[in-house]
């Protein structure tokens, strides 16, 4: 099935049991996720010479959307420095399970265990964005609640949950994994179904129970995988496997399409939109709008940015979705239990959560669109912060003192172009097939290019929009 | 036809075409603008955090002087592409004169750190027509056709 085990190549294999390379990474992220709090709290309030604004927001930033995510998927959760602590003490252990943790072990409701906080989360970060962005200070209090929001969450609970359920970067990480060029997966179920103590969930001497809450065997998406690689390390039959794939394999799959998720595509698409308006566009009305947190114009500015991102887009979109059920020949009105709860969505509430993950490739192509701009204009604020990270006149690196140039200018815009265009097509191509998917009306013929047209449509403007905001 | 193995080799020689006229389209020079041997004159305000106009639009081939004034604190104008800058402080008018030799639309950006905002005080130098827009959009119908095309047959 167009898949390459890359675990079986030895080194590859040792190295992702082994806790030592992950451990130093994760060491590493989180000694320069301090040095980023401390950095925001005692350096220069100057935004674009502070190392606590440009390392997170534009290195980090950038090895995340246009890396990290397009590439491995949730890679970057596995090395994340914001859930260690917490987890740390959950476990009582550094490395292999030992002795015992603290904490009191709760189970995550059942009615949260979704993603809608993760939405809610992420609109709220992003409705403060441009002083989060820009403000040390703030920046700084942001990522310490992010750390102390992360330790409260595993002395309560099971488990990650502050990674699966809570963190608004973890949502938006695992929507867009479904692209991902590689998966983690049970390599022959039937091994899983006679290993009765199922240890990559249970744990075992080796290794933890998936702190994801994730039973491996059941995987077919890597949304809620955190490739921690801990069932790697449970596993007695070495049944798991990283493998390499095609990318988008996941959207192909209409098993687990959720309304939490569905809307999730939503908010990133349209926070890509609108910050390419307010932090690239040439306004200074919108920049001010949105920076004067409190202010009669930021509270016009945050309405229209909920009601854009929860009404506008969605309606629209809603729309598209009935028109194609309507041409594409499914009439049948529900009736009983199913009206009643399609009441919201009307008719279409099951078109509307399936199509939706056409936006997918859709909203991370917008997001490497809009931060290729942003990180190639802003990167070179890198190198004097590395040299001077608390702005006391330090020159480790013999940078300090590199002036601001935006790199690659010139090819930027074409850049740009191509990756928005590629996400509209296979979006589009996204859209073909999940309208193939979609069940036939034992009456009506249903005709899957006339209900993919809308989408289609829509996805087109949603990109020549973007077009006009990045390069036109 | 029949010599191709598989449904998957009958995809690939569509993208093929498609990636072919994409790129015809992407490189294609669109007509020659006629260049303008005249002068142009622009006062842009500078002020915390945008241009005022933010947009400034100029024919190819134009000689164009930027007069650059700040009304609060230092200011600059880096031109996207064409990689030139201009500075000015409070008050003082500072110029910056080039020929507008390469069309489509370039971002202004601050050049000298102004404040919080700073990194997002942009702006847009228009020069002609913005042959990418109108491309991409020619090939996003085109792969949208090649889509449906390789989906649905
Ligand atoms: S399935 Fe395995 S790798 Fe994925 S989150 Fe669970 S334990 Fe980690
Ligand atoms: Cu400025």
Not at chain 1, 100 to 111: A, E, I, Q, S, Y
Not at chain 2, 22 to 39: G, M, V
Request: hydrophobic share 50%; with cysteine.
């Amino acid at each position: 099935m167009n898949r390459v085990e890359l675990t079986r190549v030895p080194l590859i294999k040792t190295a992702l049991r082994s806790r030592w390379p992950q451990l130093i990474l994760r060491v590493i992220a989180l000694a320069g996720f301090l040095l980023a709090i401390l950095a925001g709290i005692s350096g220069t309030p100057v935004g674009s010479r502070n190392f606590g604004i440009v390392f997170v927001w534009i290195g980090w930033w950038a090895l995340l959307m246009l890396v990290a995510v397009p590439l491995f998927g949730r890679g970057w959760c596995s090395v994340c420095p914001i859930p260690m602590p917490g987890e740390w003490l959950q476990q009582g252990a550094l490395l292999k399970p030992q002795g015992r943790g603290l904490g009191l072990g709760k189970r995550w409701p059942n009615k949260l265990r979704n993603i809608w906080l993760q939405n809610g989360a992420f609109v709220l970060v992003a409705l403060f964005s441009t002083v989060i962005l820009t403000s040390p200070l703030t920046s700084a209090l942001v990522l310490t609640a992010f750390l102390v929001i992360a330790i409260a969450a595993s002395l309560v609970f099971e488990r990650r949950a502050f990674c699966r359920y809570l963190c608004p970067v973890g949502g938006f990480i695992g929507l867009y994994s479904q692209v991902a060029p590689v998966e983690l997966r049970v390599i022959d179920t039937s091994v899983c179904a006679s290993h009765t103590e199922k240890t990559c969930y249970a744990g075992s001497a080796e290794g933890y129970g998936c702190p994801w809450q994730v039973f491996p065997p059941g995987l077919v998406k890597n949304t809620y995988c955190g490739t921690c690689m801990e069932c790697l390390r449970t596993c007695p039959h070495d049944n798991l496997a990283i493998n390499l794939r095609p990318f988008g394999t996941d959207l192909n799959n209409p098993t687990g399409r959720k309304m939490d998720e569905a809307f999730k595509a939503f908010i990133m698409l349209g926070s890509a939109v609108v910050y390419s308006a307010v932090m690239l566009g040439p306004w200074g009305f919108l920049k001010s709008a949105a920076y004067h947190i409190g202010s009669v114009q930021w509270l016009v500015y945050a309405a229209g940015f909920l009601t854009f991102l929860f009404l506008l887009l969605p309606g629209l979109f809603y729309a598209a979705v009935a028109l194609g059920q309507t041409l594409g020949g499914k009439k049948a009105k529900p009736t009983g239990k199913a009206a009643s709860r399609s009441r919201l969505f009307g008719t279409h509430r099951q078109a509307f959560t399936g199509f939706a993950y056409s936006l997918v490739p859709l909203g991370l192509a917008a997001w490497i669109a809009f931060s290729v701009s942003f990180v190639f204009a802003n990167i070179s604020y890198l190198w004097p912060v590395l040299s001077d990270p608390m702005g006391w006149g330090w020159n480790l690196l013999g940078t300090a003192s590199l002036s601001w140039t935006p790199y690659l200018t010139q090819a930027v815009p074409t850049l740009q172009a191509l990756i928005l265009l590629g996400g509209l097509l296979w979006a589009s191509r996204t859209s073909l097939r999940i309208a193939d998917q979609q069940p036939a009306q034992p009456t009506a013929i249903t005709r899957p290019l006339l209900q993919a047209l809308p989408i289609i449509a829509f996805c087109a403007a949603v990109t020549f929009g973007l077009l006009g905001l990045l390069i036109a | 036809m029949k010599m191709l193995p598989s449904s998957l080799m009958n995809k690939h020689w569509k993208w093929g075409i498609f990636i072919l006229l994409a790129l015809t389209i992407l490189l294609l020079p669109l007509p020659a603008q006629s260049a303008q041997a005249s002068e142009k004159y622009i006062q842009i305000q500078a002020s915390s955090y945008e241009y005022n106009p933010g947009v400034v639009r100029v024919k190819p081939g134009e000689r164009v002087t930027l007069e650059l004034t700040s009304t609060d604190v230092t200011h600059g104008i880096y031109i996207d592409g064409y990689n030139l800058e201009v500075i000015a402080e409070p008050g003082q008018t500072q110029t910056l004169s080039f020929v507008a030799d390469q069309t489509g639309t370039f971002r202004l950006r601050c050049s000298v750190t102004c404040g919080a905002l700073h990194p997002f005080m942009t702006g847009k130098l228009q020069v002609g027509t913005n042959a990418l827009l109108w491309k991409s959009i020619a090939i996003a119908a085109l792969g949208i056709a090649v889509v449906i095309w390789t989906v649905r047959t």
